[in-house]
T-cell receptor, first 113, second 117 residues
Framework: DGGITQSPKYLFRKEGQNVTLSCEQN?????MYWYRQDPGQGLRLIYY???????QKGDIAEGYSVSREKKESFPLTVTSAQKNPTAFYLC????????????FGPGTRLLVL | AQTVTQSQPEMSVQEAETVTLSCTYD???????LFWYKQPPSRQMILVIR??????QNATENRFSVNFQKAAKSFSLKISDSQLGDAAMYFC??????????????FGTGTLLAVQP
């Protein structure tokens, strides 16, 4: 089946620890995105990548880092510099042929111990 | 900067009835895309319907349709024959068609829809 997968479903982070969230897609989409969702708020863009080996900061990039070494993969690292990481993280990808629609993965819930 | 506003934090509808969710947006651009996404309790974001600003015809997908009023910057979602499975958080989103650096969806804060049996 074609789609976007995220792992793990739940992730626990200790103080001072870096953690990495996985996002993989087999839709052959060029563009990929990371969003953060907090209660009572819409999604906010963390980082995005339009092609391999290129990525751009979104609105709330501080404390996060990404890489895009392969078209299929766009992992997000939550670093110790992110002081309030507890949130729901959603990865998305986009097919330029389909009216700019972004399709989302199932998400990862990050909690701080 | 573009903004999206959903003024109804919660809505409720009886099963088989019709409900309309409101969305307004602010932009100085003339070409853009608008979307409605559904987020059920599983929290997966599911595309419901999309609209290109240059198209005057309102988009329709089965029981879901939109009322797109470009001059008023309004983009409401109508759900007909509501079903229990329609219960979810609904997000309105905007995307510029300009591309380039403005390459993101801008979301409203969502409307939580309850469907009463």
């Amino acid at each position: 089946d074609g789609g976007i997968t995220q792992s793990p479903k739940y992730l626990f982070r200790k103080e001072g620890q870096n953690v990495t969230l996985s996002c993989e897609q087999n839709l052959n989409h060029d563009a990929m995105y990371w969003y953060r969702q907090d209660p009572g708020q819409g999604l906010r863009l963390i980082y995005y990548s339009q092609i391999v080996n290129d990525f751009q900061k979104g609105d709330i990039a501080e404390g996060y880092s990404v890489s895009r070494e392969k078209k299929e993969s766009f992992p997000l690292t939550v670093t110790s510099a992110q002081k309030n990481p507890t949130a729901f993280y959603l990865c998305a990808s986009r097919d330029r042929r389909l009216q700019e629609t972004q399709y989302f993965g199932p998400g990862t819930r990050l909690l701080v111990l | 900067a573009q903004t999206v506003t959903q003024s109804q934090p919660e809505m409720s509808v009886q099963e088989a009835e019709t409900v309309t969710l409101s969305c307004t947006y602010d932009t100085s651009e003339s070409d853009y895309y608008l979307f409605w996404y559904k987020q059920p309790p599983s929290r997966q974001m599911i595309l419901v319907i999309r609209q290109e600003a240059y198209k005057q015809q309102n988009a329709t997908e089965n029981r879901f349709s939109v009322n797109f009023q470009k001059a008023a910057k309004s983009f409401s979602l109508k759900i007909s024959d509501s079903q229990l499975g329609d219960a979810a958080m609904y997000f309105c989103a905007y995307r510029s068609a300009a591309g380039g650096a403005t390459n993101k969806l801008i979301f409203g804060t969502g409307t939580l829809l309850a469907v009463q049996p």
